[in-house]
């Protein structure tokens, strides 16, 4: 698997020099947009039909890929056999990439899944902050965010996973800085407030 996480590219060409990168390319004849396709093309079909391999490229943020690089998605998506599909392509990106999608009807049809991730509801939230403090390493038995505190994070970030993320985090931080051991709702609606007070004394200027 092949991944993009910040795809920002100024030019078709450099997002294709990317992925030929990316995948190992090396030894194009040429350097224009159609000498890349077509070593990308040949890569592919390479590695799909002769060595029977799967390649799978996922694109996050992909909401930030301009026009003509979505463009270029599209045609890679052409290449196929009758038997094969020679590109596994993923892509997630935020609500306004879908608009633009979507009116490219030849690659919205190519798209075999389509899937919108929903604002979390409170028990998603909690097992969202239980895997991620247990990915963290955290292992005690001790809940380290109180019932109260999870509530207050659900009602602040509406189930948004990136706010939950960033209200955890600067949680935590709250913790280690005032040498405290479990995270309150009073904390949560602390940083909360922080967080807003800027804004209400520009709002006030």
């Known amino acids: 698997m092949t991944m993009i996480l910040n795809p920002i590219y100024e030019s078709e060409k450099q997002f294709l020099a990317d992925l030929a990168e990316r995948f190992g390319i090396n030894n194009i004849p040429g350097s224009t947009v159609l000498d890349y ?11 799909c039909v ?24 599209r045609t890679i998506l052409n290449y196929e056999t009758n038997e094969y599909k020679i590109l596994q392509l993923i892509i997630m990106g935020q609500m306004e990439l879908l608009p633009r999608i979507s009116t490219i009807k030849n690659l919205w049809d190519r798209i075999s ?35 109260s505190a999870i509530d207050a994070v659900y009602n602040h970030s509406q189930g948004y996973p990136r706010r939950i993320a960033m209200l955890c985090h600067d949680a935590l931080e709250h913790l280690v800085m005032r040498n405290k051991g479990i995270v309150t709702a009073d904390i949560i609606q602390e940083i909360i407030k922080n967080e807003l007070s800027p804004f209400q004394g520009a709002l006030k200027s």
């Open 113 to 147: 899944l389509k899937y919108m991730l929903n604002p979390l509801d409170e028990d998603e939230v909690r097992e969202l902050i239980a895997f991620r403090l247990k990915q963290a390493g955290y292992a005690s038995k001790h809940l380290l965010f109180t019932e």
């Open 50 to 73: 002769e060595e029977n391999k799967t390649i799978v490229l996922l694109i996050d943020e992909s909401q930030k890929l301009t026009d003509p690089c979505i463009e270029i998605l």
């Open 37 to 47: 396709l077509k070593a990308i093309e040949k890569f592919l079909f390479e590695k």
